[in-house]
């Protein structure tokens, strides 16, 4: 996970942190437009859970995914159309553990009973865009 800084302009938090309300007690609608803040961060924050549709969208986008799909459903992995455009690392990766892929009907990858996916990196990568 990368920390950015971001100036106190950008940034409401830093404000906050800066100037603390000294009142002993937040009026209702302070204290309302706090929790909805507080609320709205917490929501906006937390990366959302792919679904199965995004996973299989991004399947179909996704060249060097569709070329396992080929080399699962053929058996063949040196016999690729655009090896050159391909994630080699990727494809390698995946070759490795063919003995555990197969392809479900709608083109999800799954790794024995999981939907497979391109490794840690790039699957966080993908999740963080999520957010």
Not at 21 to 48: C, D, F, G, W
Not at 121 to 128: E, G, V
Request: aromatic share 6%.
């Amino acid at each position: 996970m990368a920390i950015n800084y971001k100036p106190g302009e950008d940034n409401p938090a830093d404000y906050l942190s800066r100037h603390p309300n000294r009142s002993t007690k937040p009026s209702s609608r302070e204290q309302k437009i706090t929790e909805e803040y507080v609320n709205h961060l917490a929501y906006n924050s937390i990366p959302k859970a792919m679904t199965l549709e995004n996973i299989e969208s991004e399947t179909l986008k996704d060249r060097t995914l569709q070329a396992v799909i080929t080399a699962i459903k053929t058996g063949n992995w040196t016999q690729t159309s655009n090896f050159q455009s391909l994630e080699k690392q990727t494809y390698d990766t995946l070759n490795r553990c063919a003995h555990e892929l197969s392809v479900t009907e709608t083109g999800l990858i799954l790794k024995e009973r999981r939907i497979g996916h391109q490794g840690k990196t790039k699957t966080l990568s993908m999740l963080r865009d999520k957010v």
